[in-house]
């Protein structure tokens, strides 16, 4: 079989790892892919939004499967694009993708489904928007109604703070995504679709009554959400990847995916001055898999070769480590070595991920 994983990142690389852990003889192209993608694929020098030249490479290299990662192909429409031409994918089509690309959208959806999720209220133009912040108590949420790489929700605690923000957003100056503001008053976007084929996962704030209240749905696999999900699961899980994107999945009852007794915790290694203005060129000191051992997997995202060979940093997001062990403490120990290990100047990382898990189980 031959699967093309569209993305650069450290899901795509995870994703093509689950690949080949799942089947070992599956031919595996990543486009653009990155230097770790390059050890269990074939790399394309293709852009995630080249929409044409994708769908170019998935006829001349004559690929069964297409897997989609990240959300801007998807609102570009390239499933729909190579579903019309007859090949198999996974992902949502644009049209349900607006699940996340959209945030107006989203929440009209919401409100029509009785879905739990914050107050909010969508404008395209500045006088009504700058009028809802003065009816409205701080602090509030601005967030951009198009994709932002995650990076579009910014928490105001004052009323001139977001107004401040909103002018930024409506002039342009944030980027394509900013053409329509969503004031959220309590907590950001949310969104629910069908018909729908792909991942859809939930942001979800749980309520002091157990109520659920949904902050946000994401029309693909997370990031790097999947770097800690995929080594947890039970091999063979990427077969339902392909029976869906084949259509020819069948509603099962209830399945384990999970592993009983394998937890993973994953460690973002990020550049100096990330999310903004990364540093990138940084020659990055990375052990081999033998060294870091059995219990951790690195996957890279924002990593490239200079005219050497050497690694360096290239974007925000430099390296997930994952580490692996029976307990969230044992696999959270396990990453923070790791990390410890791996050497570039600038070298920002959080040293509490899992806490509150570790510390709710109480377990070492």
């Known amino acids: 079989m031959r699967v093309l994983v569209v993305g650069g990142g450290g899901r795509e690389h995870a994703l093509c790892w689950a690949l080949r852990r799942d089947a070992s003889d599956t031919v595996v192209f990543a486009a653009p892919g990155n ?20 769908v170019a490479a998935v006829q001349q290299h004559d690929i069964d499967i297409t897997i989609v990662g990240p959300e801007a192909p998807l609102a570009a429409g390239l499933v729909d694009r190579l579903r019309d031409g007859g090949r198999a994918v996974f992902g949502p089509t644009a049209a349900a993708a607006r699940l996340e690309s959209s945030k107006a959208y989203a929440k009209e959806v919401m409100r029509r489904a009785g879905v739990r999720t914050a107050a909010s209220a969508t404008f395209v133009g500045m006088g009504p928007a700058l009028e809802y912040i003065g009816d409205h108590a701080e602090p509030l949420v601005v967030k951009a109604s198009g994709l932002a790489a995650g990076k579009g929700a910014v928490v105001c605690q004052t009323r001139s703070g977001a107004a401040h923000v909103v002018r930024a957003m409506l002039d342009g100056s944030l980027g394509d995504a ?25 942001g979800l704030m749980i309520l002091p009554d157990g109520t659920p209240s949904v902050l946000e749905f994401n029309a693909r696999f997370g990031d790097p959400e999947t ?51 990364p540093e990138k060129g ?12 059995d219990d951790v997997i690195v996957f890279h995202a924002g990593t490239s070769r200079d005219h050497e060979g050497r690694l360096r940093t290239s974007g925000g997001r430099v390296l997930s480590v994952t580490g692996l062990g029976t307990t969230v403490a044992r696999a959270a120990t396990a990453s923070r070595a790791a990390a410890e290990r791996i050497a570039f100047e600038g070298k920002t990382w959080r040293r509490d991920v899992a806490w509150r898990e570790i510390q709710r189980a109480g377990t070492a």
Request: glycine share 8%.
């Open 227 to 277: 770097q800690a999900l995929l080594p947890a699961l039970l091999p063979g899980f990427t077969e339902h990847l392909i029976a869906i994107a084949r259509r020819r999945w069948n509603p099962l009852p209830t399945q384990q995916v999970l592993m009983t007794e394998r937890a993973a915790v994953t460690t973002v290694l990020a550049a100096r001055g990330y999310p903004d203005n």
């Open 35 to 54: 230097p770790g993608t390059a050890s269990l694929a074939s790399n394309l020098p293709i852009s995630a939004t080249a929409i044409d030249d994708l």
């Open 178 to 202: 900013g053409r329509e503001v969503l004031v959220a008053v309590l907590r950001e976007v949310a969104a629910q679709g069908s018909p729908y084929e792909g991942v859809l996962y939930a």
């Open 282 to 293: 940084v020659a990055i000191g990375l052990p081999d898999a033998a060294e870091l051992g």
